[in-house]
T-cell receptor, first 113, second 112 residues
Framework: AQSVTQLGSHVSVSEGALVLLRCNYS??????LFWYVQYPNQGLQLLLKYTSAATLVKGINGFEAEFKKSETSFHLTKPSAHMSDAAEYFC???????????FGGGTRVLVKP | EPEVTQTPSHQVTQMGQEVILRCVPI?????FYWYRQILGQKVEFLVSFYNNEISEKSEIFDDQFSVERPDGSNFTLKIRSTKLEDSAMYFC??????????FGSGTRLTVV
């Protein structure tokens, strides 16, 4: 079975500072990994996905994530936080196309001016 | 950009009543899903649907829940007799064979 663990349910960063959100996965097969963002009272928007091509994946809004098999990690980063990045972020894993996504518990990001 | 459309955006219902949540997936997608998110909690899988049948369901998806794809475009989730604990945001999603998972904006269900 696949699972993901997101370290830190809440993260506070200053505007302009590095954003680092941690995601570790557990999977019996090579995983496919995703990051989604959820703004207040809205749905889930795809930030980026890893599907076994390049290990460094670039997404929307300046976010990127690196797949590290040796560390079973897929951490999300953004060099410089913006106020509009305040949202909840979810890491998700799937084992094959058409299967269910399994989500982590989410990390809520607060951006301080 | 193609979207998954969910209606209504918010539904209030009395405990014990039946509700039907509606979704229009992206037209060329093959796989369809329902998820729910209780306020402040993680996103939980309910059911997946492929080739006009359920392909997987979670423990949450008991006999009170059912799904249908009555025509070529709609995908519905029915809760037969709602309970207070069914109050949540329900998300519909659809996907392709190349891992393009797209979510709708959700239906907030409030059971009173």
């Amino acid at each position: 079975a696949q699972s993901v663990t997101q370290l830190g349910s809440h993260v506070s960063v200053s505007e302009g500072a590095l954003v680092l959100l941690r995601c570790n996965y557990s999977s019996s097969v090579p995983p496919y990994l995703f990051w989604y963002v959820q703004y207040p009272n809205q749905g889930l928007q795809l930030l980026l996905k890893y599907t076994s091509a390049a290990t460094l994946v670039k997404g929307i809004n300046g976010f990127e994530a690196e797949f590290k098999k040796s560390e079973t990690s897929f951490h999300l980063t953004k060099p410089s936080a913006h106020m509009s990045d305040a949202a909840e972020y979810f890491c998700a894993v799937v084992k094959a196309a058409g299967n269910k996504l399994t989500f982590g518990g989410g990390t809520r990001v607060l951006v301080k001016p | 950009e193609p979207e998954v459309t969910q209606t209504p955006s918010h539904q209030v219902t009395q405990m014990g009543q039946e509700v039907i949540l509606r979704c229009v997936p992206i037209s060329n997608h093959l796989y369809f899903y329902w998820y729910r998110q209780i306020l402040g909690q993680k996103v939980e899988f309910l059911v997946s649907f492929y080739n006009n049948e359920i392909s997987e369901k979670s423990e949450i998806f008991d006999d009170q829940f059912s799904v249908e794809r009555p025509d070529g475009s709609n995908f519905t989730l029915k809760i037969r007799s709602t309970k207070l604990e069914d109050s949540a945001m329900y998300f519909c999603a659809s996907s392709t064979v190349d891992y393009g998972y797209t979510f709708g904006s959700g239906t907030r269900l409030t059971v009173v």
